[in-house]
């Protein structure tokens, strides 16, 4: 669970101006109560003024946040001091200013992705600031993937609360990957008996076993989604149909080549804040604690023909009250 107390972390270089991303922060620590921590790496100590003077701080937000400045590496720094103030959240952008925008995002940011003390929410730095404020202010849809494993159930215990506490509906995603075999995830065991689960028993299932060591969240409106081919692609297709206001995501902290591959998608096409939640666990103790049911959601797309290119399976995503949903102006 992350710190009950903890500050919101925001590392701020002075490349842009400071408004964009306090706005973000301030909408991201008004959904638990959160104060605000702003960090600036120098090559030497600086006052707090001078702190100041080097982000671009705004004279208004001087009393409505903490300023911290750290001696060193960027990414270090960051990590460092994340730990020092048992930081319940670290906000960082894809880019700074000149940055690449053709990488997913920018060499501090996605080295602190691969290790952080606790979550980070990552936003493009190519989205509108005010868009994005808005989302997170009004929460209405939480998107959850869930690939099975223990940590990505994990999440779900943050959106629940973040979901409860907005009355925003929680949609929880599982993609049953279409790829080549050689691109996939080792093939799951076989249970010959699946094939028979109609649907709506596979969406009960899948609720059970997925939640069987983590609890179910209680209180929440929820819905559970099956859909087919790429999870990178789909994740990202699901969430701006459901006109998604924040993404939580669990992944392993690993960026080497052939891995990552959805956590990139993601840095690179989202268009809604993304909430990464690094796995603590060894490779050997991750596990599935609900293999046997994405198995069955495999071969529940595979006897009812579904397509490798379909988006969706009827009878998951198409109940009446997610159908009814109306998009919200932004």
Known sequence: MLPENGPLLVPLDGSLPAEKPLRVAE??????????????????????????????LPDEWATRLTLVNAVGEPVEAILGTAAEINAK??????????????????????????????PVYVLR?????????????????IVVPLDGNFESVRSVEEASALASRSNARLLMLHIVDSRPETE???????????????????????LRSSFAIAGKPQGTNM????????PGEEIVRYAADSDCDLLIAAWKGRLSPGR???VQTLLEHATYPLLFRVSRLPDAEIGTVSRPVIEAADRITRTRRVPAESTKVEGIDDNPGYAAKTRRSA
């Open 27 to 56: 909408a991201i620590a008004g959904l638990e109560g959160n104060d605000i921590c702003v960090l600036y790496v120098s090559s030497e100590p600086l006052t707090n003024a001078e702190t100041a003077e080097r982000i671009g």
């Open 89 to 118: 959240a670290i906000l960082m952008s894809t880019h700074g200013a000149g940055g690449n925008l053709e990488t997913p995002a920018g060499h501090v940011t996605l080295h602190v992705l691969q290790d952080p003390p606790c």
């Open 125 to 141: 730095s190519a989205l509108d600031a005010g868009t994005q404020v808005h989302r997170l202010r009004h929460l209405r849809r």
């Open 184 to 206: 996939r995830a080792p093939a799951s065991p076989v249970f010959l008996d699946y094939p028979r689960y109609e649907l709506e028993a596979w969406q009960d299932e899948f």
């Open 223 to 230: 819905v559970v989604a099956l859909r087919v081919g790429d």
């Open 260 to 262: 990552a591959r959805v």
